[in-house]
């Protein structure tokens, strides 16, 4: 198999859609920026192919890095955040480890109890029980935690998440390129993957702790499990 192929049903090669798919989950663009970074390599297409791409292949993208990448640290961070999507107030609740790697982010209408009871759910179906659990002050959490993480050490404290709430900010940086988020399964489609991708690409990589020839040696290991992931799509 090869990247120059094109999946069934698809007029351009696996290569152009991976790459399309790639620079919109890793980096601040738009869909009408990688149109015309496309059309600058002498590609053209329009914005609508890129956005059925991306709906179409983001869960495939997903499930493989989610398969591939490390395990987490038994301390955990959790936070939430406000969005608003279409006129409607959301809060996307959001896990990290204590490295920064994002465990799960989900998209809910409040903020309350069993919110934060679907969060926990979700997460701890996805990994093993960490050891510190460390959250702000709302008090939502404090029972979910205490029963569903009966051994786990809840820590409450504004200042020690800060973790969690640095990694917030490509959210931001995302939702003003691209002028709010349309849909609520849109966004919590794009930020699954976009943290995903993130783990690989920033946390796993380690842009600001490493030598710059290290760097590139450790760019090489997510950069074939990207590749591998984009493969599977022509078995598929």
Same mark, same amino acid.
């Given at each position: 198999m090869s990247l120059t192929k094109a999946p069934k049903r698809h007029r351009f090669p696996l290569s152009i859609i991976n790459q399309a798919i790639w620079h919109y989950h890793r980096f601040n663009n738009s869909y009408g920026d990688i149109? &015309?970074?496309?059309? =600058?390599?002498?590609?053209?297409?329009? %914005? &609508?192919?890129?956005?059925?791409w991306c709906h179409k292949f983001a869960h495939h993208f997903l499930n493989v890095i989610k398969k591939r990448e490390r395990n987490p640290y038994d301390k955990w961070h959790l936070d939430e955040m406000n969005i608003k999507i279409n006129g409607q107030w959301f809060v996307?609740? $959001?896990? #990290?480890?204590?490295?920064?790697?994002?465990?799960? *982010?989900?998209?809910?209408? %409040? $903020?309350?109890? +069993?919110?934060a009871i679907r969060f926990l759910s979700r997460l701890l179906r996805s990994y093993p029980t960490p050891? *510190?659990? #460390?959250?702000?002050k709302l008090k939502s959490y404090i029972k979910p935690v205490r029963f569903m993480c009966p051994k786990v050490d809840h820590r409450t404290h504004k200042r020690l998440n800060n973790r969690a709430k640095n990694a917030h900010q490509?959210? $931001?940086? @995302? &939702? +003003?390129?691209?002028? @709010? =988020? +349309?849909? !609520?399964?849109?966004?919590?489609?794009?930020?699954?993957?976009?943290?995903? *991708? $993130?783990n690989l690409f920033s946390v796993g990589v380690?842009?600001?702790? +490493? @030598?710059a020839s290290d760097?590139?040696? !450790? =760019?090489a290991a997510p950069k074939a499990i990207w590749l591998k992931a984009a493969l599977k799509i022509l078995a598929a």
């Open positions: 149109q &015309e970074q496309m059309a =600058f390599r002498g590609i053209i297409l329009s %914005h &609508e192919t890129i956005r059925e996307l609740w $959001r896990a #990290v480890d204590r490295e920064g790697l994002e465990l799960d *982010v989900f998209l809910q209408k %409040h $903020r309350n109890k +069993k919110s050891q *510190v659990i #460390v959250t702000d490509p959210t $931001r940086r @995302k &939702e +003003k390129i691209l002028i @709010k =988020f +349309k849909s !609520a399964q849109g966004a919590q489609r794009l930020l699954s993957l976009m943290g995903k *991708v $993130r380690g842009r600001y702790k +490493k @030598k760097q590139r040696l !450790a =760019f």
